[in-house]
């Protein structure tokens, strides 16, 4: 990032994104982050997204998840971003990126309908193969500013019940999921993903809830940020929201920590 770039996505002179609860503090952001996208995560079980699977509909997902917290919430980031060296792909790019992939999707055999009725008739391992290269397009298009790995599984569930799957993502660890992203971005393929996906389709690991920390684990590695070809003027605050207050009573350190921010 060059000294004169100004990230439009986050509050001036700080690291912190401008969010709608103009929560300057970044520990307390995430604390109410994970709050807020942990609620509308089980909201998105009940009450779930229709129509196409698009762009439309990721970006949807991704609204859905962070409405209550950012105001860009699923709009596709307009400045570019790395993180360790890895670069993701270009801003100005990415709904060309997206239009390749999702008429990839169509193609395979993870949509019924989609190449004729196919529900709760694809293979374990064809749904490991395929669903383990949707997620190195999508983890390598990184659409959003922040939450694209939330974003990411919670598209994939949404494609896996067209089969009549559940994926229990806490069945893997932090750290071999963290690696998996690592080794598929730098190989430029989905093979480091199929271990994680294998162990996603199997039942949940005893003791653990549906939706437990694990589904939101991210990485400490900080987000490089510089500017795009163009972008339009970041938005403004909105207004300070607190839609769920008792979610906020509930915070802990524990709850804190647990969650990581990902950046």
């Known amino acids: 990032m060059t000294d004169s770039f100004v990230d439009p996505y986050t509050y001036p002179n700080s690291t912190t994104l401008r969010n709608l609860l103009n929560e300057h503090d970044p520990e307390r952001l995430l604390a109410a982050e994970y709050e807020f996208t942990l609620y509308r995560r089980r909201e998105l079980l009940t009450h779930p997204i229709k129509g196409d699977f698009g762009l439309k509909r990721l970006r949807e997902t991704h609204s859905r998840l962070f409405q209550d917290v ?11 971003i790395s993180k360790g060296g890895s670069h993701f792909h270009t801003a100005s790019l990415i709904g060309v990126a997206a239009e390749d992939t999702f008429a990839w999707l169509k193609k395979t055999d993870l949509l019924p309908g989609s190449r004729g009725p196919r529900k709760n008739t694809l293979d374990d ?3 490991v193969e395929q669903s383990s290269d949707l997620l190195e397009r999508l ?9 694209n790995g939330r974003t990411q599984r919670a598209f994939l569930d949404q494609v896996a019940a067209q089969s009549g799957r559940t994926l229990a993502w806490r069945n893997v660890s932090r750290i ?9 971005f730098n190989q430029a393929n989905s093979g480091p993903f199929h271990a994680v996906m294998l162990q996603v389709i199997q039942p949940p690991l005893d003791g653990l809830s549906l939706l437990d920390d694990e ?3 991210v990485s400490n590695a900080s987000l490089t940020v510089s500017p795009a070809d163009a972008h339009p003027a970041s938005p403004g605050l909105a207004e ?7 979610l906020f009573a509930s915070n802990t350190d524990e709850t804190q920590s647990s969650a990581e921010p990902e950046r």
């Open 70 to 80: 950012y105001p860009w919430a699923g709009a596709i980031r307009t400045v570019n």
């Open 125 to 127: 391992q064809s749904f």
């Open 139 to 147: 983890n390598y298009i990184h659409p959003f500013r922040e939450g």
């Open 176 to 184: 071999d999921h963290l690696r998996a992203s690592i080794d598929a």
């Open 215 to 217: 589904l939101y684990e």
């Open 240 to 246: 300070r929201m607190r839609k769920f207050p008792e």
